[in-house]
C-alpha cells in the first residue's frame, strides 16, 4: 500500500476536485497532469509550486492570463519523431507548429522580475525554437493548410496546374453550349469526375457526345462523358496533381526530419507548457475557492483557521453558505477525538483535514484564513463510510476490521510522520467491545507517531481519551434549545450525541422516545448530564470571554483616541511656543541691535556709556533672555509623594516594558507574566518588568505639560498581513506618522504575498507619502516581495 493510496485518496473527495481541475485546463498535457496531481517530495517543492500559482493568479486578476490555447495530446506522435519515418502527416507537423507558437508567446511575455520571480524563471527553461517555428510557418497557413509558396517548385506546379484548368474550363464551356443547343445537357454546369472534367449528357444522347463514360447519376437519366478533346488536357491535368502531391510529401517530409531533429527540445517545451497550463488552472481553481497560500513546515502543529471543504465551495458557489471549521492537530495532542450529533459535520471535518493536508503538499493555496500552517506528512490513510461488500461477503463490522489492519501495517510501514482518518471508530458490533477495540487501535498509532482524527459515538472512549497521554476530545457544536447542528468545532470537551432529542425533533414518536429514555442507565444519564453541563459552561465562558474582549477593545480604543487627541493639542501647542519663540527672539535681535546702536553714539561724541543712557535697552535684553530661558525649559513632571506604594495593574492600563521608550497596552494579567499589545506586535513577558504609566480612568492632566510624544513611539515593524486595504491603509498613515516621530530612519511594512491587491495599495500609497523617501525590497530570507522596507525622510 502506497504512502498515499489510492483509496484514501478517493475517500477525502479528491478526485472530485482534480476532476473540477481538470475542467479549468486548456492542453491535454495540461488535463492529464492535473488528473494525476499527486503530493510532492518536499515541503520546498510544494512552495515553489504554491508561490507560481499565487504569481499567476495575480495575471488572471489584472486580466493578463497565460497566452495557452488548446492543444492535442502530442505524446504519441513525439515518440514516433525518436524513430525513422519518412514524413509525418500535414494535420500532426501542424500540431508541432502550434506548439513552436505558443511558446514563443510565453517565451515573448514581459514580466516585472520582482513581481514574477518564480513564473519568469519558469520561462527561461523554455527551450529556443524560433527557427523551427519560422521553417513551419513558411509551410503552413494559420489555418493549418500548405502554402501555396511552401517551396518554389510547388508554386510553378500549382501555377501551372492552375493555367491548364482555365484552359480546359474554357473548352469544356463551348462543348457545353454546343451540347445544350442541342438539347444533349439540361444545364450548363461545369462536372468533374475523378479530378477530370466531364459532360453530364442526357442518356437518349449517348451517341451525339463521343468520348469516355465515367458513369451515371442516381437515377440513371445522366451519363458522365469526358469528350475526347479533353482526353489529352485531362491526363496533363492529372499528372500535375501527381506532381503537386510528390511536392508537398517531399516538403512534410523535410519538415519531419527538421522536427526530428529538435525531438528533445519540442518534448521538454511539450512538458513545460503542460505544467504552465496546469498552474494556470490551479490559479483559477484558487479564484473559485478564494484560497490563499499557506505556511508548509516539516514539523509543528497543522493548524487550520476557518478551513472550509474545497468540494462544498464547487458545488454551492457560495462562500458565506459554507460554515468554516478550525482544526488543530500535533501540537499538545497528537489524536483528536470527534464527538457529537449526527449530521453534525463530523465526517466534513475529517475530510477536510485529509483533503487540504493533500493539496497544500500538492502546491496549491488553501481555503482558510491567515495562521493556517499545514505540517509535512509522509502518508494519509483514511476510512470513512460504510464500504461493507456483498460481493466480498464482508459485513460492516468485518470490512472495518479488515481496513484498520492494513491502516496499522501500513503506518507501521510508513513510521512517523501518517495522518489517519478514521469515521466512526469501532461501529458495527456490540458497543463495549467496539469501543474497546477503538480504545487499543487510537493508542497503538499514537505509539506508532501517527496522527490521527477521528469520529465516535462511543462514550467510553470519550473518557478514555479525556485522560490519555497525547489525545484530546472535541465536539461539533449545536443549538442547545433547537438541537440544530452549527456544523462548528470546538476543541477541550467531549460532545453529546443527543440522539434521542434529535429523534424527537426529527419527528419520532414521543411516547416512544420517553420510552427509550427509560432505558438509559443512571450511568449514562449521569454523564450526559455531565456532558451538557460541560457544554453549558463552555458556552457561558466563551460569551464572558468575547465580552471581556470587546471590553478591553473599547478600552484601547478610547485611549488610543485620548492619545491621539493629546498628540494633536500638543503638536498645535508646540507651533504657538515655536511661534511665541521666533517673536521673542526678533525682539532680542532688535534690543540688541539698539544696544549696539547707543554705544556706538556714545563712542562717536566720546562719552562714556552709562546705565542711564543703556540701562532700557539692558532691561529689555534681559527681559527677553530670561523669556526665552523659561521657554526652553522642560515642563516640571508630578513626583510621586513620599511613601507612597505602587499601585496594582489591571487589564487595560497603559504600562511600560522595562528597557522600553514606548508605552503599551496590558491585555492580559496572570501570576507571574503578562501579555501585553507593543504597537502592532503582542508579547508575553515576566510581570516584574512592568510599571503603569498612568492612574486608570484618570484623564489627562490638563495642563498638557505632562504630555510626551515619546509615548508615541513606535517599533520599527508594522503587521499589515491579513487586513483589508482600507484598514491596512489607515493604520499605515498613523504608523508613518509615529515611526517619524520616533526617529526612525527605516522600518518594514510586512503585507504578506497572498493574491499581491494589498501588497499593490500599499506600495502605491507609500509612493506619494510625505514620510517616505525610497522603497527596497528585501532579499527571499527576509521575506521578499511579502515586505517593503521603507526609507523615511
Not at 140 to 159: H, K, N, V, Y
Not at 187 to 204: A, C, K, N
Not at 418 to 430: Q, S
Not at 744 to 772: P, Q
Request: proline residues 5%; hydrophobic residues 40%.
Amino acid at each position: 500500500m502506497s504512502q498515499f493510496e489510492e483509496h484514501s485518496l478517493e475517500l477525502i473527495d479528491l478526485p472530485l476536485v482534480l476532476g473540477r481541475l481538470a475542467g479549468m485546463t486548456q492542453t491535454a498535457a495540461g488535463a492529464g497532469a492535473a488528473r494525476a496531481l499527486s503530493p510532492l517530495d518536499s515541503p520546498r517543492e510544494a512552495r515553489r509550486r504554491m508561490d507560481l500559482v499565487v504569481e499567476i493568479q495575480r495575471r488572471l486578476e489584472l486580466g493578463e492570463p497565460l497566452p495557452l490555447s488548446a492543444l492535442e495530446d502530442l505524446t504519441p506522435l513525439l515518440k514516433r519523431l525518436a524513430s525513422p519515418l519518412s514524413s509525418l502527416p500535414r494535420t500532426e507537423l501542424w500540431q508541432l507548429y502550434y506548439l513552436t507558437v505558443i511558446v514563443a508567446g510565453l517565451r515573448g511575455l514581459e514580466l516585472e522580475d520582482e513581481l514574477y520571480p518564480g513564473l519568469r524563471a519558469f520561462l527561461d527553461g523554455l527551450k529556443d525554437l524560433d527557427d523551427l517555428r519560422e521553417r513551419f510557418e513558411a509551410v503552413f497557413t494559420p489555418q493549418g493548410e500548405i502554402r501555396d509558396d511552401a517551396s518554389p517548385e510547388l508554386r510553378r506546379l500549382l501555377r501551372e496546374r492552375e493555367s491548364l484548368d482555365e484552359r480546359l474550363r474554357g473548352r469544356l464551356e463551348r462543348l457545353l453550349g454546343r451540347a445544350s443547343e442541342d438539347g444533349a445537357v439540361r444545364e450548363r454546369l461545369i462536372t468533374r469526375r475523378d479530378g477530370r472534367f466531364v459532360l453530364p449528357v442526357l442518356r437518349d444522347f449517348r451517341g451525339s457526345v463521343p468520348g469516355i463514360v465515367h458513369g451515371q447519376s442516381k437515377s440513371g437519366t445522366t451519363l458522365y462523358i469526358e469528350p475526347l478533346d479533353l482526353v489529352e488536357g485531362n491526363n496533363e491535368l492529372a499528372s500535375l496533381g501527381y506532381a503537386v502531391e510528390a511536392e508537398i510529401a517531399r516538403i512534410l517530409a523535410e519538415l519531419s526530419t527538421e522536427a526530428a531533429r529538435r525531438r528533445e527540445a519540442l518534448s521538454h517545451d511539450y512538458r513545460l507548457v503542460g505544467e504552465l497550463d496546469l498552474l494556470q488552472a490551479c490559479a483559477r481553481l484558487s479564484r473559485r475557492l478564494e484560497a490563499r497560500p499557506v505556511e508548509l513546515t516539516a514539523d509543528g502543529a497543522t493548524v487550520l483557521r476557518s478551513a472550509r471543504h474545497p468540494v462544498l465551495l464547487l458545488n454551492r458557489g457560495d462562500r458565506a453558505s459554507v460554515v468554516p471549521i478550525d482544526i488543530e492537530l500535533g501540537g499538545g495532542y497528537q489524536v483528536l477525538l470527534i464527538t457529537g450529533p449526527n449530521a453534525g459535520g463530523k465526517t466534513v471535518a475529517l475530510k477536510t483535514l485529509g483533503l487540504l493536508t493533500v493539496l497544500a503538499q500538492c502546491g496549491l493555496p488553501l481555503p482558510v484564513d491567515d495562521g493556517s500552517r499545514i505540517s509535512w506528512r509522509g502518508a494519509l490513510l483514511a476510512d470513512i463510510g460504510d464500504e461493507q461488500s456483498v460481493a466480498g461477503d464482508l459485513s460492516t463490522f468485518s470490512y472495518h476490521v479488515r481496513r484498520l489492519g492494513e491502516i496499522l501495517d501500513a503506518v507501521d510501514e510508513a513510521g512517523e510522520g501518517a495522518l489517519v482518518l478514521l469515521d466512526e471508530i469501532g461501529t458495527g458490533t456490540d458497543p463495549d467491545q467496539g469501543a474497546a477495540l477503538a480504545m487499543a487501535t487510537l493508542e497503538r498509532l499514537r505509539s506508532a507517531g501517527a496522527w490521527v482524527l477521528a469520529t465516535s459515538h462511543y462514550d467510553s472512549l470519550k473518557g478514555f481519551v479525556y485522560g490519555a497521554e497525547g489525545m484530546e476530545n472535541a465536539a461539533v457544536d449545536f443549538d442547545p434549545r433547537t438541537l440544530e447542528p452549527l456544523y462548528r468545532l470546538t476543541t477541550g470537551t467531549p460532545g453529546a450525541s443527543n440522539t434521542l432529542a434529535m429523534a424527537r425533533n426529527l419527528g419520532l414518536d414521543a411516547g416512544l422516545v420517553e420510552k427509550a429514555h427509560e432505558f438509559l442507565d443512571d450511568e449514562y444519564l449521569r454523564l450526559d448530564r455531565l456532558v451538557d453541563e460541560l457544554e453549558e459552561e463552555r458556552r457561558r465562558r466563551r460569551e464572558a470571554e468575547h465580552a471581556r474582549r470587546e471590553s478591553i477593545e473599547e478600552l484601547i480604543r478610547v485611549r488610543r483616541e485620548t492619545a491621539d487627541r493629546v498628540a494633536e493639542i500638543e503638536a498645535g501647542k508646540t507651533e504657538e511656543l515655536l511661534r511665541i519663540k521666533r517673536e521673542l527672539q526678533n525682539e532680542l535681535e532688535l534690543a540688541e541691535a539698539e544696544t549696539a546702536a547707543a554705544a556706538e553714539r556714545l563712542r562717536k561724541t566720546e562719552r562714556t556709556p552709562t546705565d542711564a543712557g543703556l540701562s532700557a535697552a539692558r532691561n529689555r535684553l534681559k527681559r527677553q533672555r530670561e523669556e526665552l530661558r523659561n521657554l526652553e525649559k522642560p515642563p516640571p513632571r508630578p513626583e510621586k509623594p513620599v511613601g507612597q506604594p505602587d499601585r496594582e495593574m489591571r487589564v487595560g492600563d497603559r504600562v511600560r516594558l522595562e528597557g522600553a521608550k514606548n508605552a503599551a497596552d496590558l491585555l492580559e494579567l496572570h501570576t507571574d507574566e503578562a501579555v501585553i499589545a507593543l504597537g502592532a506586535v503582542k508579547m508575553t513577558v515576566p510581570r516584574d518588568k512592568l510599571t503603569p504609566v498612568a492612574e486608570r480612568g484618570t484623564q489627562p492632566d490638563a495642563s498638557l505639560d505632562n504630555l510626551s510624544l515619546a509615548d508615541r513611539h513606535v517599533g520599527p515593524e508594522l503587521m499589515l498581513r491579513g487586513m483589508r486595504v482600507e484598514e491596512a491603509l489607515e493604520k499605515l498613515d498613523k504608523y508613518l506618522d509615529d515611526a517619524a516621530l520616533s526617529g526612525h530612519t527605516t522600518v518594514r511594512i510586512v503585507h504578506g504575498k497572498g493574491t499581491g491587491a494589498l501588497r499593490f495599495a500599499v506600495l502605491e500609497y507609500l509612493e506619494g507619502h510625505r514620510h517616505v523617501e525610497a522603497l527596497t525590497t528585501p532579499e527571499h530570507r527576509f521575506g521578499g516581495t511579502g515586505v517593503t522596507e521603507v526609507t523615511l525622510c
